[in-house]
């Protein structure tokens, strides 16, 4: 499958966002929380275009911060549309597990970095 392509977007992520760029929900989302399609999400068809290309996206395994790369949108406003796919039934968040309590631990994050660099 190849990337969504945010280039077709006529209207500012913000805007479709409603302003925002943090969730009641996904605030406390560290950046490297993974999340997954769900069978609904596999099924959907009438998402905006953003809302689509995240859970085209997240087919395998994906962090945050790689969605907001993969659609050229600030880590905040890819929380909001994670968030509102989780709360629509159309994505799953599996939260990094912390080795020490203060954070992910070294393993997560030289996975993020390799995912990062492949793009």
Same mark, same amino acid.
């Given at each position: 499958?190849?990337?969504?392509?945010?280039?077709?977007?006529?209207?500012?992520?913000? !805007?479709?966002?409603?302003?925002?760029?943090?969730?009641?929900?996904?605030?406390?989302?560290?950046?490297?929380?993974l999340?997954?399609?769900?069978?609904?999400g596999?099924?959907?068809?009438?998402?905006?275009?953003?809302?689509?290309?995240?859970?085209?996206?997240?087919?395998?395994?994906?962090?945050?911060?790689?969605?907001? !790369?993969?659609?050229?949108?600030?880590?905040?406003?890819?929380?909001?549309?994670?968030?509102?796919?989780?709360d629509?039934?159309?994505?799953?968040?599996?939260?990094?597990?912390?080795?020490?309590?203060?954070?992910?631990?070294?393993?997560?994050?030289?996975?993020?970095?390799?995912?990062?660099? !492949?793009?």
């Open positions: 499958m190849s990337s969504p392509d945010p280039g077709g977007r006529v209207v500012p992520v913000y !805007a479709l966002t409603g302003g925002r760029t943090r969730s009641s929900t996904g605030s406390d989302m560290p950046v490297e929380t999340v997954t399609v769900t069978p609904a596999g099924r959907a068809t009438d998402l905006h275009l953003e809302y689509r290309a995240t859970v085209e996206l997240a087919a395998r395994p994906i962090s945050v911060v790689e969605i907001g !790369a993969a659609l050229r949108v600030p880590v905040g406003v890819a929380r909001v549309l994670v968030s509102d796919l989780v629509g039934g159309y994505l799953t968040v599996h939260l990094p597990p912390s080795s020490n309590g203060e954070g992910p631990g070294p393993e997560i994050l030289e996975r993020l970095l390799e995912g990062l660099r !492949a793009r």
